[in-house]
Nanobody, 114 residues
Framework: VQLVESGGGLVQPGGSLRLSCTAS????????VNWYRQAPGKEREPVAS????????NYADSVKGRFTVSRDNAKNTAYLQMNNLKPEDTAMYYC????????WGQGTQVTVSS
């Protein structure tokens, strides 16, 4: 099982980024995909989750209306579109799945700063 995040970077407040999480080694369409983030000195917190075909989606209150989670099961990839980014969104972002056990990607850094 492998999860690889990409798409992070440095962006100014109000900007946008799209993160990707590409999976391999398991049946991607049979798992929920979760996005988490961890800021320096803080605990890892959930950001968004998406069900098998996208029929059920949840967001943390702090990102509702700004972030959109989606997935393309044909590409074994999930996405997190982040708009109107704020400095408090600065964190390492991780994707997570549970397939017999918990799996995490290596993370991608998002820095929001002017």
């Amino acid at each position: 099982v492998q999860l690889v995040e990409s798409g992070g970077g440095l962006v100014q407040p109000g900007g946008s980024l799209r993160l990707s999480c590409t999976a391999s080694g398991f049946p991607f369409s049979r798992v929920y995909v979760n996005w988490y983030r961890q800021a320096p000195g803080k605990e890892r917190e959930p950001v968004a989750s998406i069900s098998f075909t996208g029929g059920s989606i949840n967001y943390a209150d702090s990102v509702k209306g700004r972030f959109t989670v989606s997935r393309d099961n044909a590409k074994n990839t999930a996405y997190l579109q982040m708009n109107n980014l704020k400095p408090e969104d600065t964190a390492m972002y991780y994707c997570n799945v549970y397939f017999r056990e918990n799996y995490w990607g290596q993370g991608t850094q998002v820095t929001v700063s002017s």
